[in-house]
């Protein structure tokens, strides 16, 4: 081989060298963008499973919550402060009947059905008048 052939072999050989480099590149770009592709698909899933997490776990929390407020006005309901209500001797109307509207209250009803006989026409007497009678 002469000068000139191995000068254009050893140019050929390093165009070649370079094409191959070039596709390395390329192919370590293209790798490296659909690795971060995937990267952010992962994450973004992440956050969306978090927030539906979050979500599941608010629903539950609601419902626990409610099924809690059902159970207490069920055990402090309006019927039965009303019945306990007619049990007591010696209630004034206007006393009975504001203790009807003291009723709506899920606390003024625990208190009353919590109170000890005794104590519950007090009670109403001061809630519904102002003025405890003893």
Do not use: H
């Not at 081989?1 to 390093?14: L, P, R």
């Not at 770009?29 to 992440?46: C, F, P, V």
């Not at 209630?91 to 000890?116: G, M, Q, W």
Request: proline letters at 1%; hydrophobic letters at 40%.
């Amino acid at each position: 081989m002469n000068a000139m052939e191995e000068e254009s072999s050893s140019s050929e050989s390093d165009e070649a060298d370079d094409v191959a480099d070039d596709q390395d590149t390329y192919q370590l770009l293209t790798y490296d963008t659909s690795a971060t592709t995937a990267n952010r698909k992962r994450g973004r899933k992440g956050i969306e499973d978090a927030i539906a997490a979050g979500i599941f776990q608010m629903a539950t929390a609601s419902k626990l919550r409610t099924a809690a407020i059902r159970q207490i006005n069920a055990r402090y309901s309006i019927a039965d402060c009303i019945k306990q209500l007619d049990e007591i001797q010696r209630v004034e109307e206007e006393v009975y009947f504001a203790a009807l509207d003291l009723f709506k209250k899920p606390s003024a009803r625990e208190i009353f059905l919590s109170l000890k006989v005794e104590k519950r026409l007090i009670w109403l007497r001061s809630k519904c008048t102002g003025n405890p009678v003893l």
